[in-house]
C-alpha cells in the first residue's frame, strides 16, 4: 500500500523532481534502515562474541577401544533399579547442553531400609552411560556426595570408603576408611593433596541434655588427620533452631551440610543447616571471618531491597560462583516467618565486606509442587542459566519424585529431570552437577574484517565442569591449516569464562578458515573452525549500495510509468 502510493506521487512530478527526491530519500531512509537491520556484532571496529554456544564431542572421541563399551548406553536393570530416567526439554536453543552427574536413590515403598543408591553420568536426555553403585540397605543419601576433581576423576565415598573413581576406565582407587560420624560432604585440595570432611560431634550437659555439633576435619591421602576445627568453638546451644531440630533423641545444633574450600585463597565456606547461616573460615588461622543469616554479621537485604532478619531456612550446597557472589538452595524450611511457607528456590547472593551488607541479586521460587524440604542443590552454568536440583522423594500435589530443572536468566524452564515414582519405589536425587568432557568454546561461525585492518579476535573459554581451582590446558590455533600459536591455558575457577586472545595483524583479501583446538589436562580436546571474511571496507557502505541500486531501480520504473502515463492522456 505505502509502495503504490509512493509511485502515486512519483507519477506527478517531473522527471527532474523525482531525481532530486531520490537523492534526498537516500540519506534520509538508508541510514535508519541499515541501523535496523545489521548486527552490529558484524562491524569490524567492534567486533565481539554474542553467542554462547559448545561443541560436546562424541565421548568414544577421547577414549580407546578397550573402553568404548564402558560408555554405551546402561539399562537400568543391569544396574540394579528400575527407573527410567525422564527428561523434557523446552528451548532447546538455551539448553546448556552436557552431562549430569547425579546422586541417585532408589527406595521400596513396602520394605523399611530396602535402599541402593547409585552415582550416575547420564547425557541430557537421561540416557545413563556410567554408574557406580555406592550403597545398599539402611543409610542417609546425603552422607554420600561427589567431587569432581578432574576431568576423568571423582572423589566419592563408597560404602565407608574414600574413594577416587576414575568413570572413564571405570577404575577404582580407595583412599582410606572413614569411621564413624563422618557426614554430607568432602572437599579437596589439589596443591596439598589433603581433604576436608565433616564430623559429628556431640556435648551431654549436667541435665542430660545431649546436643549435637560439627567438626571439620583434614585428611591425608592415608587417612591421617593433620588439621581439625570444633565448631563448638563459635557456635553456642543457643543457636539451635526455635523449632527445635532434633536428630532422634538428640539436639541438632548445627547440622553442617555443606563444605567449599576456595583452595586458591585457602578459605573455607561452610554452611549450618539448622542456624540458617554461612560462615568464611580462614583455614590458615582458624579464623571465622564473617557470617551471613540468621547469626551473621552483615545486614541482609532481599531481592527487592527490603531490610531482612533472614535470607534462607534450612539452605543447602553453598557455592562460591564470583568473587564475592554465592549461589544456594533455600530449602524454606522451618520458615521462622510462616512455617507454613513452601517454597523452595535458587538464590544468589552478593556480599559487599566493606559495608558488610549482603544482596540478593537473583532468585527463582519454584512451584509448590517442586517443595523440598531437604536436600538441593543449586549451580550456576556458563551460559548464565541456573541448575537446580528438588531432590526429595515426594512433592506437594504430585507423584513425581526427584526432579531438576534448568532455568534461564528470566525465570523460565529450559529443560527438567524428573522419576515417576511407582506403587513399588520411590526416587531421590541429593546433588547433581552438569558437565562436559572436554572444554568449552564461544563459538562464532563467520567474521568479517576489512583489509588494511590488524585483526585480534578475543574467543571466551571454560573448563569442562565447575572447578574450584585454575587448571591448565593447552592450545593451539591454525590459520588456512598452518599452525601459527601454541601454548599453555589456563582455565579460571568457578566456571567463569577465560578470554583467548588471537592477534592475527593484517590479512590479505579472501576467505581464510581459522581453527582453534583446546585441550584439558587429561588430553581431551575441542574443535573450533571459524570463516574469516576480510575484504568488506565497511558494512554500511556495502548495504549502501545495495539501496543505491534499489533506487536506482525505482527512478527507472518511475520514469518508464511517467512516460506510459502521458501516453495515455493523449488518448481518451
Known amino acids: ?48 562474541i554474542s553467542k554462547l554456544q559448545q561443541t560436546k564431542p562424541r565421548l568414544d572421541m577421547h577414549l580407546n577401544n578397550h573402553h568404548k563399551k564402558s560408555f554405551t548406553p546402561i539399562s537400568h536393570e543391569e544396574n540394579g533399579y528400575l527407573s527410567t530416567i525422564l527428561t523434557n526439554t523446552y528451548s532447546p536453543d538455551e539448553v546448556f547442553d552436557g552431562y549430569n552427574l547425579i546422586m541417585f536413590e532408589q527406595e521400596n515403598r513396602k520394605k523399611k531400609g530396602d535402599k541402593i543408591a547409585f552415582l550416575l553420568v547420564a547425557d541430557i536426555n537421561g540416557n545413563v552411560i556410567a554408574s557406580k553403585e555406592i550403597i545398599k540397605g539402611n543409610y542417609l543419601l546425603a552422607d554420600y556426595s561427589a567431587e569432581l576433581i578432574n576431568s576423568t576423576t571423582i572423589l566419592l565415598r563408597i560404602g565407608s570408603d574414600l574413594t577416587l573413581w576414575n568413570y572413564v576406565k571405570d577404575s577404582i582407587h580407595t583412599l582410606f576408611t572413614l569411621g564413624e560420624g563422618h557426614h554430607h560432604d568432602f572437599e579437596y585440595n589439589p596443591f596439598t593433596n589433603t581433604i576436608l570432611a565433616l564430623k559429628k560431634v556431640y556435648t551431654t550437659f549436667p541435665n542430660g ?146 559495608t558488610m551488607t549482603a544482596n540478593e541479586t537473583w532468585s527463582w521460587i519454584a512451584p509448590e509442587q517442586y517443595y523440598c524440604s531437604y536436600w538441593g542443590d543449586a549451580d550456576r552454568l556458563p551460559n548464565g542459566n541456573r541448575l537446580g536440583t528438588f531432590g526429595t522423594k515426594n512433592h506437594p500435589n504430585t507423584h513425581v519424585g526427584a526432579r531438576a530443572v534448568e532455568i534461564n536468566e528470566e525465570g523460565e524452564i529450559v529443560w527438567e529431570l524428573y522419576f515417576e515414582n511407582s506403587d513399588e519405589f520411590t526416587y531421590g536425587i541429593y546433588r547433581m552437577d552438569r558437565l562436559l568432557f572436554s572444554p568449552i568454546f564461544a563459538e562464532e561461525e563467520e567474521m568479517i574484517f576489512s583489509e588494511e585492518e590488524n585483526i585480534t579476535i578475543q574467543f571466551k573459554t571454560w573448563y569442562n565442569f565447575r572447578s574450584k581451582w585454575k587448571i591448565n590446558g593447552l592450545f593451539s590455533i591454525f590459520l588456512n591449516e598452518k599452525e601459527i600459536i601454541t601454548g599453555i591455558h589456563t582455565f579460571n575457577k568457578f566456571w567463569r569464562p577465560t578470554n583467548l586472545k588471537v592477534e592475527l595483524g593484517p590479512l590479505i583479501k579472501g576467505d581464510h578458515n581459522l581453527t582453534l583446538l583446546l585441550q584439558d589436562e587429561g588430553g581431551h580436546n575441542t574443535i573450533l573452525s571459524v570463516d574469516i571474511l576480510v575484504g568488506v571496507h565497511n558494512t554500511n557502505d556495502r548495504v549502501k549500495t545495495d539501496f543505491f541500486h534499489f533506487y536506482l531501480g525505482l527512478f527507472c520504473i518511475t520514469i518508464i510509468f511517467r512516460v506510459l502515463r502521458k501516453k495515455n492522456d493523449h488518448y481518451p
Open 1 to 48: 500500500m505505502i509502495f503504490k502510493k509512493y509511485l502515486q506521487f512519483l507519477s506527478k512530478r517531473e522527471p527532474y523532481q523525482i531525481s532530486l527526491i531520490l537523492i534526498i530519500s537516500s540519506y534520509i531512509f538508508v541510514p535508519c534502515t541499515i541501523s535496523f537491520i545489521t548486527d552490529s556484532s558484524l562491524n569490524p571496529q567492534i567486533y565481539t
Open 209 to 354: 541434655t545431649k546436643y549435637r555439633f560439627d567438626e571439620i576435619v583434614e585428611y591425608n591421602r592415608e587417612g591421617d588427620s593433620v588439621w581439625s576445627l570444633d565448631i563448638r568453638t563459635f557456635i553456642p546451644p543457643s543457636h539451635w533452631c526455635p523449632y527445635r531440630d532434633m536428630l532422634g533423641k538428640i539436639a541438632d545444633v548445627t547440622h553442617a551440610n555443606s563444605l567449599f574450600w576456595d583452595v586458591e585463597t585457602d578459605s573455607i565456606f561452610l554452611n549450618l543447616r539448622n542456624t540458617n547461616t554461612f560462615y568464611k573460615i580462614n583455614h590458615k588461622t582458624k579464623e571465622v571471618i564473617w557470617g551471613i543469616g540468621e547469626y551473621g554479621n552483615f545486614s541482609l537485604f532481599d531481592i527487592n531491597g527490603n531490610k531482612r532478619s533472614n535470607l534462607f531456612f534450612h539452605a543447602h550446597s553453598i557455592e562460591k560462583i564470583a568473587r564475592n557472589t554465592f549461589i544456594l538452595f533455600d530449602n524454606d524450611f522451618h520458615n521462622q516467618t510462616d512455617r507454613m511457607n513452601q517454597q523452595s528456590r535458587m538464590v544468589e547472593i552478593k556480599i559487599n565486606s566493606e
